[in-house]
């Protein structure tokens, strides 16, 4: 009877211990899916942004048109998947403001990162946004 009792303390404090493991475990890989997003996105818009603003600019500097060089930036974002709602938030400046010949652009990309919270709580959407800023001079771009 003695037996009996030590092996079901033992049993117990194993299953607490797994338990307790288990738990830990989804924890830290709740926290990896959740804050993974944000910093690949991170990561990777600086590329992205480099991109669009210097296709903004060599447009720009081919056709001289600021409208024409963000519907190309709009299509780049397109291309690279970014929604509807993401591009209408970029903006494309063009410096110096004014009418004056331009001689950089400025373009910042915003990017949603796509969580398991933020998709469901409207609310945290905020927190999901990443945004980055290249500028380029007209002259240099490739």
Known sequence: ?????????????IMRAIVKW???????????VEVGPPIWIRIFAVQNVDDVASAAACDYR???????ARETA????????????????????????????KQTVRVTVVKY?????????????????VTTTKEVNIGEAR
């Not at 009877?1 to 404090?13: A, F, K, N, T, V």
């Not at 081919?62 to 024409?68: G, I, L, Q, R, S």
């Not at 709009?74 to 010949?101: Q, T, W, Y």
């Open 113 to 129: 990162a796509n969580t398991l919270i933020t998709r469901h709580i409207e609310q945290l959407k905020r927190f999901a946004r």
């Open 22 to 32: 288990g738990i830990l475990v989804v924890f830290i890989g709740l926290i990896i």
């Open 74 to 101: 709009a299509e780049k974002l397109r291309l690279m998947g970014h929604s509807d709602e993401e591009i209408e938030e970029c903006v494309v400046e063009f410096l110096p403001p004014g009418n004056v010949g």
């Open 1 to 13: 009877m003695r037996l009996r009792c030590l092996m079901l303390d033992e049993s117990g404090m």
């Open 62 to 68: 081919m056709y001289h048109d600021e409208e024409t």
